[in-house]
């Protein structure tokens, strides 16, 4: 049993007014996260709390207290209220993993302005159709990605200010880029947060969809009523917590629960800007004393494989909860932690959209590994016929996850696409595109997208965003792009390719086209395989059947080829 009562206790007579009431919000009242995850900490006492413990790739280490989070993120939104920027304007957050990012993001909430933080591995393209789409107003990066930016500078004319947060003062600035060391910088004590409501805007989340460029997620402030309340009641940060989110806050993980949840709980959060590493991991963990995990498959299967005995070098016994999120957690994984960390890693299930924890395994809970786990109170969840959309009452049967739309946190609109917007919705019910069943108990149990969208290592990857890139490569002439499977990642991304006349289909060419795809998008993007093939198995009107070639992949049956041009 966890300190927050039993998941039936909570789910009677559950209202989201549980949440308003704990944060001192009424319907029509002011709602900034911004002021919520610093000021609002500081003004209940606690401004000399521990907020930020940070550490950086070469071991350097940096700790904000609440007061501090508050003044930085001052200082941040004054400079950017100085530069002009407006109520709802875009602002992009494009930094690795630097107390910047998590300061920055509070900076421009408390402005009223919208963040729309872009994971920093992101190459020139990826960046450019996010910036434009969005028609973002000013950029905060770091030195080593500013040469991205200013390759698509021109083709963005929105694009007025961006601001470097290391940049070198020998260096001469170009035109509408602005130096800004946080560090150097008579910190701002009273900043007037802007007067944002419940439905103000908040956060722009870009996600990708298997047809069409990435859609931008819109949020609003009022999302942190559920965000609140599934950090204490899920997650089970308490006060005095010491909490670590692996998530880079490049994707919603990372915002919603790696910087907003903790924060405006007034826990202490730590953040390490370092790559993956078994023996790093663990270091951290013991080193900072930290008490709650939020992590996800791919980094635990890549623990798994490390092995038990490093696992003995550390004392890891301050860990009290553990969950995790993006791709399915396989039973094993959750045996496997019970074993070696005492507790198990508890399987959360949402998306971008949802903006928040929807099914999951609570504390307390009697865990069935390899299942997500119940809905969380407040929210209606169901399979739906894939046909009438109605339903399904029968137990273990597969049907379209769907949710009663309503909650806090739920999207707002995809930004400037009303269109796909209203096709998440059928029959009143939000269909966040995914398959699963419900057992006897009520507990869902994950069988697949319902889409060609591959999930690797957690993160969505786009068939037709890198089919789109690679047709741009000089050599290439065709691609078709689906998942293959992978024992760390779950899914990676693989291309067939037919190339133009003129080039060979060799290991060198493979890796020049990886390679492109790496720099054009992003080392998640990039194929780990690349296949070349005579000729792509099309339909008889011209379309690719990727379902041919990801079955093949994945030993399926190949199912109905009828409309096949010739097989
Ligand atoms: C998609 C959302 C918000 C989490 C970060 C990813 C898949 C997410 C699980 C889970 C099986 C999961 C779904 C979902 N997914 N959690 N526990 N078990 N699949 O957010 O990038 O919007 O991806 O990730 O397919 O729709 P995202």
């Known amino acids: 049993m966890s300190h927050i009562g039993s998941y039936e206790e909570r789910i009677k007579d559950f209202s989201w007014a549980i949440a308003e009431k704990e944060l001192d919000?009424?319907?029509g009242d002011m709602i900034n996260i911004g002021w919520y995850c610093s000021d609002r900490i500081c003004k209940m006492g606690k401004s000399s709390k521990l907020a930020l413990i940070w550490e950086g790739l070469m071991g350097q280490e940096r700790k904000l207290t609440y007061d501090d989070l508050r003044k930085t993120s001052n200082t941040v939104g004054a400079m950017l209220r100085k530069l002009g920027i407006k109520p709802e304007d875009r602002v992009c957050l494009?930094?690795?993993?630097?107390?910047?990012?998590?300061?920055?993001?509070?900076?421009?909430?408390?402005?009223?302005?919208?963040?729309?933080?872009?994971?920093?591995?992101?190459?020139?393209?990826s960046l450019f159709v996010r910036l434009e789409n969005a028609g973002t107003s000013a950029i905060i990066t770091q030195k080593k990605h500013?040469?991205?930016?200013?390759?698509?500078l021109d083709r963005l004319p929105n694009l007025k200010h961006m601001i470097i947060v290391d940049f070198d003062p020998s260096k001469e600035l170009q035109p509408g880029e602005v130096a800004f060391d946080l560090w150097n910088t008579p910190w701002v004590d009273e900043l007037e947060i802007h007067p944002t409501y419940a439905e103000s805007p908040s956060i722009l989340h870009y996600t990708s969809g298997t047809t069409g460029q990435p859609k931008g997620v819109k949020h609003v402030h009022y999302s942190l009523i559920s965000q609140y309340l599934t950090t204490k009641w899920v997650l089970d940060v308490q006060e005095d917590d010491i909490y670590w989110c692996t998530a880079d806050p490049g994707w919603v993980t990372g915002t919603s629960y790696g910087i907003i949840g903790a924060f405006c709980m007034g826990a202490t959060q730590c953040v390490m800007d370092v790559g993956f590493s078994a023996e790093a991991w663990y270091k951290f963990i013991e080193k900072h004393r930290i008490t709650m995990w939020y992590s996800a498959p791919t980094a635990i299967r890549s623990l798994m494989k490390a092995g038990d005995e490093i696992i003995k070098k550390y004392d890891l016994s301050c860990l009290r909860h553990l969950a995790s999120v993006g791709e399915p957690l396989n039973s094993e994984a959750v045996i496997w932690s019970e074993r070696v960390f005492g507790k198990p890693f508890l399987d959360t299930y949402w998306q971008t959209e949802t903006g928040s924890i929807m099914i999951s395994n609570y504390p307390g809970m009697k865990i069935k590994p390899g299942s997500m786990g119940k809905p969380f109170p407040g929210i209606t969840a169901c399979v739906l016929d894939t046909k009438t959309f109605l339903p399904i009452e029968e137990t273990g049967k597969i049907g379209l996850i769907g949710f009663k739309p309503g909650w806090p946190s739920m999207m707002r609109m995809y930004w400037n696409n009303e269109e796909t917007y209203k096709n998440k919705f059928k029959n009143g019910w939000y269909l966040p595109g995914d398959r699963s069943s419900i057992d006897?108990?009520?507990?869902?149990?994950?069988?697949?997208?319902?889409?060609?969208?591959?999930?690797?290592?957690?993160h969505l990857v786009s068939p037709f965003e890198v089919e789109s890139a690679l047709l741009e490569n000089?050599?290439?002439?065709?691609?078709?792009?689906?998942?293959?499977?992978?024992?760390?990642?779950?899914?990676?991304?693989?291309?067939?390719?037919?190339?133009?006349?003129?080039?060979?289909?060799?290991?060198?060419t493979e890796l020049m086209i990886m390679n492109f795809i790496r720099k054009k998008l992003s080392p998640l993007a990039m194929p780990q395989e690349i296949e070349f093939v005579p000729n792509l198995p099309k339909t008889r009107s011209g379309k690719i059947m990727r379902r041919i070639l990801k079955a093949k992949e994945w030993g399926e049956e190949i199912g109905d080829t009828s409309t096949l041009e010739d097989d």
């Open 94 to 125: 494009f930094m690795d993993k630097i107390p910047e990012l998590y300061i920055g993001l509070l900076g421009v909430l408390k402005i009223g302005a919208i963040a729309q933080p872009l994971f920093s591995a992101f190459g020139d393209e």
């Open 146 to 152: 500013a040469p991205k930016v200013r390759k698509i």
């Open 440 to 458: 006897n108990e009520g507990y869902f149990w994950f069988v697949g997208r319902d889409d060609d969208v591959i999930n690797t290592g957690g």
């Open 474 to 508: 000089e050599m290439v002439a065709e691609s078709a792009v689906v998942s293959k499977p992978d024992d760390i990642n779950m899914e990676v991304v693989k291309a067939f390719v037919t190339l133009k006349p003129g080039f060979e289909g060799n290991k060198d």
């Open 25 to 27: 919000y009424k319907e």
